[in-house]
């Protein structure tokens, strides 16, 4: 290549690169990052190049080698020009089929087609692919376009323009305000002013002068600055010859990891095509300029990210911060003044001396402009760099962008900063990612990296983790970071053991403070964000893990050896009954069961399944189908064996107000420890809200009744048609305790005009009368306005009732209904119409139901849970025609007999109770709904089983239950029966539905069973 000797002939150069472009050539671009390096995309390079020339196509058509895509999970990547047809995942074998279908004849091969998993729609192009679609790529957009190692590719695309227009047309001080006027801020972390630290090391006297590009990324998960070396080096040359240029800087360096050796390797061929050019070394085409770059390997240490370190490391030292000031722009590498970008920030240079302050500036937020690129990774669908403006939300990263987090749980949190960020919890998730909104969260910005937390995510375990990596990555030099970061992952493991002590959580906050106020270097000084972040937004998840020895998200070893045992609320050995299952020991598999839930039959049917949530089977393919198993084992064991009684004289009386499953359940555990136990319900039948609020198609009243049955036959006594007046009541019957588990059988009002109207019908109240069979038919227009289960099932038994057309007005949207997903499903597939985003305002008529007057919502901004606010759209109302309402708004425990004669103080429904006894006062007990609201059956039968425990600790017992270990062999199932795909079950098809509450679901097969059966992972064999 010739040496250009001045500005004009570089020009020159440039305008016929730029005419030679040919926009209709038909190119085959292959991704050449890492990550697709890893997927083997030199292989894929080499087959195309391969078949290209056995058709005789290699002159005609380019197969090029591109810098990082960003979608890294989807390697290897190939976009297929001028059509830019999409292909992911590309394979050697495919690659025949796309030079003949796509290469040749234009046409898109849809089985290698990328499918949107949100939408299940394949996509073609792309700029139509969602996750490039709704990024806004400035940095970025050479990546996936060039070939990084091409001089002339970066130049045709107006490569080196910006370096020689500052050359040609700005001093240095003009170049340096127009970067300050931009409003750039460093992307390395602390988000300092380019323009204002470039203005400090121009002023500070000393020469010669150096220009560090700081490309030592070392926070997990963060890959920005390799990816921008390995596809666009050239940027990041251009970014520093201009920095150089402003200040007057004669050497730059490149201080990079070894352990990138694809980034190293292009920027070295980088530089020497610089050189060879013109556009590094002496006399920078003819402007009298020298100026030149050589790369520094550095072994990976941490702490060389921060400034005083990293120069430290080139000077051959320790990599070791020391005090400032002095500051790295008045005595930087070996004295001299210093000026350290990192990679991001250079590449951002050039757009902005091109485009100029203004274009720049209007990208972002007020304090924070341009736009930033995040490595997104985590318990999100779409993974890979991720490049939107400043002031972006995590919203739309995570859920535009990144396609929401699989297998339908909730965003917990994201962690921001890598280890000396923090994290954000879900109700900030529409807050505007920048340097200022971040910090006021407890996190920072880091160089980007972002990674998303789920349900099965635990805070504590995380603290732990990014606390484990600063500890080993100190440099030791200072004793609040050495000796500071030690003592907090003790305690930090301590408690991820099961083994916190009360005192913890205040001792780690007293010495996060005191490791970020007194330690030296910016390593130390954020080294205990992401404790203290954690304990200021899930403070409840370190409670219980000292306090309860329970680690809610199932993650702790120590805490939750199996997932879905842990995620059951009731403690189900699960991985013991499923095995016996697979073994053919179907009596045995309920025996299990019951050990922990009364309620196998019930629990079958109408379990929201948490365990399947947490099932790490779910992380292969899909989760073990729990329910399913539960249910095919109580329907099979039809007898359902004899319960372990008691055989010993009966000790203590407790009185159980409430038949529903904590009330049953509590009930079943206090007779198997020996306890007289007799249970109260007003109802005139056993089972509380799961005889009269769970309508038979979902739960059919004989497997209720079978569950019922074996708990009578355990020693429990029940009294229907018995309400209890007081607690003061029971105490005179002689009671040693009570436990009250009343359910939550009250409706909350919905407080609109028209409320009280006739045809106006309590959710609650009609799915009672409909199971006691007091009300068989209910013909006209319904509207349920609810959203919840008690919706759901109340829209579908409407039909069943005559009812048609059945409308359920939701003011939120799908992803945000409570209701299980299943049921969901099923209305719609039944015939319900779900109307999203709309709230009523009256129910109009005069003394009867004629419409109800609705306004549609839209989504605003987060709450605590991350879930949107619905606010109403401006001039957006209308009607909806029906002849009955049906309210499902909340329910509520009705506590009034428990404070009739002042024992309890009933404060907005709930009753003051110790979170470890569920005592209330001495002697009485509460739990279930009448504890905590509305809850699952699952939940409320845990709850009976804790205060069965409580309760027998009052009484002087040792609060144990039954032994549901050792059932089991320890084998596993063999490879091919495990790959099994999930089985489905049976169920009855909707047109046989209409007009009769018979059940829907089916269940399992024999051979089916034990086929599910065997997908399981055993994870408590690990």
């Known amino acids: 290549m010739a040496r250009f000797g001045s500005i004009d002939a570089f020009r020159q150069w440039q305008k016929q690169l730029k005419a030679a472009l040919d926009p209709k050539r038909k190119e085959i671009t292959i991704c050449g990052g890492t990550g697709c390096c890893a997927f083997g995309s030199p292989d894929v390079q080499r087959a195309f190049e391969a078949e290209l020339k056995r058709r005789g196509l290699a002159h005609g058509i380019l197969v090029k080698r591109t810098g990082c895509h960003g979608f890294c999970e989807k390697g290897p990547v190939v976009v297929i020009l001028p059509g830019k047809f999409f292909y992911p995942n590309v394979q050697v074998e495919d690659v025949p089929e796309i030079v003949e279908k796509t290469v040749l004849q234009g046409k898109a091969i849809r089985r290698l087609l990328y499918v949107d998993p949100a939408a299940g729609k394949k996509i073609v192009r792309d700029h139509e692919v969602p996750f490039y679609a709704k990024q806004q790529r400035f940095v970025f957009r050479l990546n996936g376009i060039i070939d990084p190692v091409s001089l002339e590719d970066y130049v045709a695309h107006d490569g080196y323009a910006a370096a020689v227009k500052a050359f040609a047309e ?148 320790r990599g070791m911060p020391r005090p400032r000031p002095p500051f790295p722009a008045q005595a930087g590498l070996y004295g001299k003044p210093t000026n350290i970008n990192n990679v991001e920030t250079f590449a951002n240079v050039p757009l902005i001396i091109l485009k100029g302050r203004d274009w720049y500036s209007a990208i972002g937020t007020e304090g924070s402009k341009g736009t930033k690129i995040f490595a997104l990774a985590g318990k999100v669908r779409n993974t890979g760099l991720v490049e939107v403006p400043m002031g972006a939300t995590l919203r739309h990263i995570v859920y535009d962008i990144g396609g929401g987090i699989p297998r339908g749980r909730k965003f917990k949190a994201a962690q921001m ?29 880091g160089s980007g990296g972002l990674i998303v937390m789920d349900e099965a995510t635990c805070m504590v375990d995380i603290a732990r983790f990014f606390t484990d990596f600063c500890q080993k990555e100190s440099c030791g ?43 030296l270097c910016g390593l130390g000084q954020t080294a205990p964000n992401p404790v203290l972040s954690t304990i200021r937004h899930f403070r409840d998840e370190y409670e219980a893990h000292i306090r309860l020895k329970r680690c809610p998200s199932h993650a702790c070893e120590m805490l939750a050896p199996t997932a879905c045992t842990s995620a059951c ?83 203590g009386r407790v009185a159980v107000v409430g038949s529903g499953p904590a009330g049953l359940t509590a009930a079943y555990f206090l007779a198997l420890a020996g306890r007289e136990v007799k249970v109260f319900e007003a109802l005139p039948v056993a089972g509380g809200m799961l005889a009269v609020g769970v309508p038979s198609y979902r739960l059919p009243r004989n497997a209720l009744a079978r569950d019922i049955d074996y708990i009578r036959r355990a020693g429990v006594e029940i009294e229907t048609g018995r309400r209890v007046g007081s607690l003061k009541e029971l105490r005179g019957a002689g009671y040693d305790a009570v436990f009250v588990a009343t359910g939550a059988h009250g409706s909350v009002r919905l407080d609109i005009p028209g409320a009280a109207l006739e045809g106006v019908h ?13 009300l068989t038919e209910l013909e006209g227009r319904v509207v349920v306005i609810g959203g919840g289960n008690a919706a759901i099932d109340a829209a579908r038994s409407a039909l069943r009732l005559g009812a048609q057309p059945v409308t359920i007005l939701y003011r939120r949207t799908r992803e945000e209904m409570p209701a299980l997903r299943e049921e969901i499903e099923d209305a719609i597939l039944e015939g319900v119409d779900i109307r999203f985003l709309v ?53 509520s425990p009705e506590l009034e007999f428990a404070a009739a004669d002042g024992s309890l103080v009933v404060k907005q429904g709930k009753v003051r109770v110790d979170p470890l006894t569920q005592q209330a006062q001495e002697g009485v007990f509460l739990g279930g709904d009448a504890h905590t609201g509305p809850a699952t059956i699952v939940e409320a039968i845990a709850a009976g089983q804790r205060a069965a425990q409580a309760i027998d600790v009052f009484l002087g017992g040792k609060g144990e239950l039954p032994l549901d270990t050792g059932f089991a062999s320890p084998g596993k199932p063999s490879e091919e029966e495990a790959a099994a795909a999930r089985q489905p079950a049976r169920a009855r098809p909707p047109r046989r539905r209409r007009g009769n509450f018979d059940e829907i679901v089916k269940g399992y097969s024999l051979q089916a069973a034990c086929t599910e059966a065997r997908r399981c992972l055993r994870c408590d064999l690990e």
């Open 569 to 651: 609320p009731a403690h189900v050995n699960v991985p013991e009954y499923v095995a016996l299952v697979a073994e053919g020991r179907f009596a045995d598999a309920l025996e299990v069961i019951r050990r922990r839930n009364p309620f196998p039959s019930v629990c079958g049917r109408a379990c929201h399944h948490p365990c399947e949530l947490f099932c790490r089977r779910g992380d292969v393919d899909q989760p073990v189908a729990i329910r399913h198993l539960k249910r095919f084992v109580s329907d099979r064991v039809r007898d359902g064996g004899s319960p372990p009684r008691w055989r010993g004289k009966r000790r």
């Open 839 to 891: 709230a009523p305002l009256a129910i109009e008529g005069e003394g009867r139901v004629r419409a109800i007057r609705c306004q549609e919502m839209e989504l605003g901004e987060a709450d605590a849970s991350g879930r949107r606010r619905p606010v109403p759209k401006p001039g957006c109302e209308r009607s909806v025609e029906c002849d009955h309402v049906i309210v499902a708004v909340g329910q």
């Open 477 to 519: 030099k200072c004793v609040p970071c050495r000796v500071g970061t030690r003592r907090m992952l003790e305690i930090l493991e301590r408690i991820t053991r099961g083994e916190g002590k009360p005192e913890d959580v205040g001792l780690l906050q007293t010495l996060g403070e005191m490791v970020r106020d007194a330690s």
């Open 762 to 774: 309590d959710a609650i109240a009609m799915l009672r009368r409909v199971t006691l069979g007091e």
């Open 170 to 317: 700005m001093a240095p001080d003009q170049v340096i305000a127009e970067v300050a006027a931009s409003g750039l801020r460093g992307r390395g972390g602390a988000g300092f002013p380019t323009g204002r630290k470039w203005q400090l090391a121009r002023q500070a006297p000393g020469e010669p002068k150096y220009i560090i590009c700081n490309a030592d990324e070392g926070d997990p998960g963060a890959f920005m600055d390799r990816s921008l070396l390995e596809g666009t080096p050239h940027a990041i040359l251009e970014g520093m010859i201009i920095a150089a240029h402003a200040i007057g800087a004669a050497h730059g360096i490149i201080y990079v990891r070894a352990e990138y050796p694809l980034a190293v390797r292009n920027s070295d061929i980088a530089i020497e095509q610089g050189r060879d050019a013109g556009l590094l070394g002496e006399n920078i085409l003819g402007t009298g300029f020298n100026f030149d770059i050589d790369i520094h390997m550095g072994a990976g240490a941490f702490v060389c990210g921060e400034e005083t370190a990293l120069i430290a490391s080139v000077e051959g030292k």
């Open 417 to 445: 900063g890598g280890p000396s960020g923090g994290c954000v919890p879900a109700r900030y998730l529409d807050l505007p990612v920048d340097y200022d909104s971040v910090k006021q969260v407890g996190a920072i910005m």
